[in-house]
């Protein structure tokens, strides 16, 4: 290898040609995506001048769903489903975000298929979002989002149903995978005393006994409206981190609604980080940076989609 001076320099001695490779052919058709995209914006803004940028980017993502997913999969669950699953992104609920809800929600999905087409692992990403519940296969597309805050090496699992091994993400800590299982409740399901406790120790099951591991919940709008819910889960999830030493801490992720004066109903996501005492030190380290990185009005490091 040569600098810029002409003189011979030597690669690191952990330099890894392969992935090199991989990362630029992987930045290489990311551009192309981007490209792509701004094409349909522009042919978008040209035949429907009287569409709004929140309507532009619901055009963008059904599209991008629809390539990806497939026709049927689409007309099933956005051109007309009637199917349970359809009902996440269909938002059928009578309160006052159910609209403004479905946008989001198709917007987001589309940014997160769109975000990881050419990683290795996509074709499970995609698996998991035809045959799986639908809120919890997106739950784990936005899990993967969120860890694109800091530049770690992660991927997503193919089940091997076996305890203990079958968490859903592994996240490479130089030669030790850092665990994490991704646990997501119905939108419908309304909050019962112990219910939480139960998502947990579920969670906790199929992570490595000997490993570090984290599990990461998505609240449902119903329990965030539980006086019960908003009393008992720090405690809960306290207790839990005690008596386990195969979860080293726990991540509770919900959507949270505010009416603004000018533009209607903003979406923002909340979390909670809950870092166990005995935790190893490099899961504090990454989750109290992602804790500073999530609870920002906007993510300027992670992957994002351009609509």
Not at 108 to 124: A, I, K, T
Not at 177 to 189: G, L, N, P, Q, Y
Request: charged residues 30%.
């Amino acid at each position: 290898m040569v600098d810029v001076s002409g003189e011979w320099i030597s690669k690191p001695a952990d330099f890894d040609v392969a992935k090199a490779e991989e990362a630029g052919r992987r930045a290489e058709a990311w551009f192309e995506s981007l490209n792509a995209i701004d094409a349909l914006r522009a042919d978008l803004v040209r035949d429907r001048p009287d569409l709004r940028p929140t309507e532009i980017s619901y055009c963008i993502a059904n599209i991008v769903i629809q390539k990806f997913l497939g026709d049927a999969w689409w007309g099933e669950h956005l051109a007309g489903g009637t199917t349970g699953q359809a009902i996440y992104l269909r938002s059928h609920r009578s309160y006052r975000g159910a609209p403004g809800e479905h946008v989001q929600r198709v917007v987001s999905l589309g940014r997160r298929v769109f975000e990881f087409q050419d990683m290795p692992w996509f074709g499970d990403l995609v698996a998991n979002l035809q045959r799986r519940d639908l809120h919890g296969a997106v739950f784990e597309a936005e899990v993967l989002h969120m860890l694109t805050s800091i530049p770690l090496e992660f991927r997503l699992r193919a089940p091997v149903g076996e305890k203990g091994r079958d968490y859903d993400i592994g996240v490479d800590l130089g030669g030790t995978e850092w665990a994490i299982e991704v646990k997501s409740r119905a939108d419908d399901s309304d909050y019962r005393a112990g219910a939480l406790m139960k998502t947990l120790e579920g969670a906790r099951r199929q992570l490595p006994g000997d490993g570090i591991g984290t599990t990461f919940v998505r609240v449902p709008y119903a329990w965030t409206k539980s006086g019960l819910y908003r009393r008992q889960s720090a405690d809960e999830i306290t207790d839990h981190l005690r008596q386990t030493s195969r979860v080293h801490a726990v991540v509770l992720v919900w959507d949270h609604w505010t009416e603004t004066a000018f533009s209607g109903l903003h979406w923002q996501r909340r979390t909670r980080v809950f870092l166990d005492e005995r935790a190893d030190l490099r899961v504090t380290k990454f989750l109290r940076t992602y804790d500073r990185l999530w609870s920002g009005d906007v993510d300027l490091l992670s992957i994002a989609a351009p609509f």
